[in-house]
């Protein structure tokens, strides 16, 4: 054969490869195109499910870019009971969070369910978690930060549901039970042990493990350390790498039964604030006080109240207000150090 006539059907050979490899790949690449905006379209659905602003609020007010940045905040994580007769059920679980990215400094703190504080909108005293049965998180929020002298930028609510959607999607938690005990599982009603030391647990399963108070020793604050606990391995699960791809996953699982006025252009901005400061110890605040019975003239009975101490809160409230003020924190570090080298 000619050599330049084999040289010519080489090339022609190459050329066939090649197109074949391009339209391969760009079909590939359109069919990766596709399922990304059919993701896109079904994780908007969820997102926009989720999004639920305080009043006088949008999405596109107050908050935008916060969080990208990296301004201090503060993030309100509330678990919501519902029960038959009740409008919007009440908070079972609140706890707040404060964060610095700048100083890489997270503060948690969790607030009795119990706890006597005045409903401004009601215009009289009663337990946190009946401000929201009656005006949702607007009255929650309003009155936590009546009661803690801070700003709330972010609420994330969920009910038990998605509390279990959300355990479930990160592939379960990891905890360390700090004592043998009981609970009663949702749905099944089946007894489970938690044994003392090292546990892992399914949605269902930390469920129980974070409702469970009156057989704990501490009572509320007891349960309040497991929600804790639990909040901060579902976290540092939900923000790990092996996760963020999954995000879409994540979203439209939790969509139906969770809440939140943090924006949708937010979502990665916060992955990736954490992923700096998740290995930073996060201070674990508490606020101190006593339970005292009321008699309640409305339910003709006497009612628990969890009553803070006000020297407690008054520290409660410089530590939350330090963290999320980088002049205060300088002034403490340098005060701190003046002390050392003093010897105060």
């Known amino acids: ?30 069919g990766v195109i596709v399922f990304a905006i059919n993701l896109s379209l079904e994780t908007s659905k969820a997102t926009s499910k989720m999004f639920d ?12 870019n916060l969080i990208a940045d990296g301004s201090p905040f503060t993030l309100l994580i509330a678990g919501i009971e519902h029960e038959e007769g009740e409008k919007n059920g009440r908070s079972d679980a609140l706890i707040l969070a404060t964060v610095n990215p700048k100083t890489k400094k997270i503060s948690l703190v969790s607030i009795p369910r119990d706890t006597r504080v005045y409903i401004e ?5 009663d337990k946190i978690n009946h401000a929201y049965s009656v005006g949702g998180m607007n009255y929650t929020i309003n009155t936590l930060e009546k009661l803690l002298d801070i700003p709330i930028d972010f609420y994330v609510s969920t009910d038990f549901q998605g509390f279990e959607d959300i355990v479930d999607t990160v592939g379960g938690v990891d905890v360390d039970v700090p004592f043998t005990f009981k609970a009663q599982l949702t749905e099944s009603l089946k007894w489970k042990t938690y044994t003392k030391g090292p546990m892992f647990l399914n949605g269902n399963e930390a469920l129980a493990y974070v409702r469970m108070r ?4 501490e009572g509320d604050m007891g349960r309040n350390a497991r929600q804790k606990q639990v909040m901060q391995e579902v976290i540092n699960k939900a923000t790990s790498l092996s996760n963020i791809t999954k995000i879409d996953d994540m979203i439209r699982d939790v969509g139906n039964n969770v809440k939140t006025n943090i924006p949708t252009s937010e979502y990665f901005a916060f992955i990736k604030m954490y992923q700096k400061i998740k ?3 996060i201070e674990q605040l508490h606020l101190e006080g006593y339970d005292k019975k009321l008699y309640d003239k409305k339910e003709k009975k ?12 008054n520290k409660l409230k410089e530590s939350l207000k330090w963290n999320l003020d980088d002049a205060g924190q ?7 150090v003046n002390d050392l080298s003093t010897g105060d």
Not at 12 to 30: D, E, G, P, Q, W
Not at 53 to 64: C, Q
């Open 279 to 281: 290995t930073s110890p």
């Open 302 to 313: 006497d009612i628990w109240y969890f009553f803070p101490n006000d020297d407690s809160l």
């Open 53 to 64: 602003p305080l009043d006088g609020s949008t999405e596109n007010e107050n908050h935008v």
């Open 121 to 125: 909108e009601l215009g009289y005293e």
């Open 1 to 30: 054969m000619d050599p330049t006539r084999l040289t010519k059907l080489k090339s022609t050979k190459k050329r066939r490869i090649l197109y074949t490899v391009l339209i391969i790949s760009m079909l590939l690449l359109s």
């Open 214 to 217: 009156k057989k704990d020793p």
């Open 330 to 336: 300088s002034e403490i570090k340098t005060k701190e």
